[in-house]
């Protein structure tokens, strides 16, 4: 049992929250994790660095285990490859501790999680607009 409060809403807000909240949240975690793993690698404090690397690889590799083929075909292809061409990227930068390659991971972690709001966005306004047509 969490003896937390913080702790307990949080866990709350993981177990109540809709699932495109729950990918924004994921990709909220990457970036901010990518963020503390650069500023490490310019402190050349590895360790910090190779944790904060490996935390992004763990969401990286959630994102794409979480993907549906058989109801994305093309775009959950495409998006595999991208989030593995990310994780792919991310082992580079934590084995050459090289601040730049993660960089770039993420400016496209910005990008995606950018794209994955507007998504839930339009969801969010085409169930609306469901709602409101039905009643």
């Known amino acids: 049992?969490?003896?937390?409060?913080?702790?307990?809403?949080?866990?709350?807000?993981?177990?109540?929250?809709?699932?495109?909240?729950?990918?924004?949240?994921?990709?909220?975690?990457?970036?901010?994790?990518?963020?503390?793993?650069?500023?490490?690698?310019?402190?050349k404090n590895i360790e910090a660095a190779h944790r904060n690397c490996i935390k992004v690889q763990n969401i990286l590799t959630e994102l794409m285990s979480t993907l549906r083929f058989d109801i994305g075909g093309e775009i959950a292809e495409n998006l595999f490859r991208l989030y593995e061409y990310l994780h792919r990227r991310t082992v580079q930068a934590n084995i050459q501790k090289d601040p730049e390659i993660l960089m770039e991971v993420l400016g496209h972690l910005k990008?995606?999680?950018?794209?994955?709001?507007?998504?839930?966005?339009n969801v969010a306004v085409e169930k609306a607009a469901a709602r409101q047509a039905s009643a």
């Open 1 to 43: 049992m969490i003896n937390n409060p913080f702790a307990q809403y949080q866990a709350a807000q993981l177990e109540t929250a809709p699932p495109e909240r729950l990918l924004i949240m994921l990709f909220d975690g990457a970036i901010r994790f990518a963020n503390t793993a650069i500023k490490a690698m310019q402190e």
């Open 111 to 121: 990008d995606l999680r950018e794209a994955w709001v507007q998504a839930a966005k």
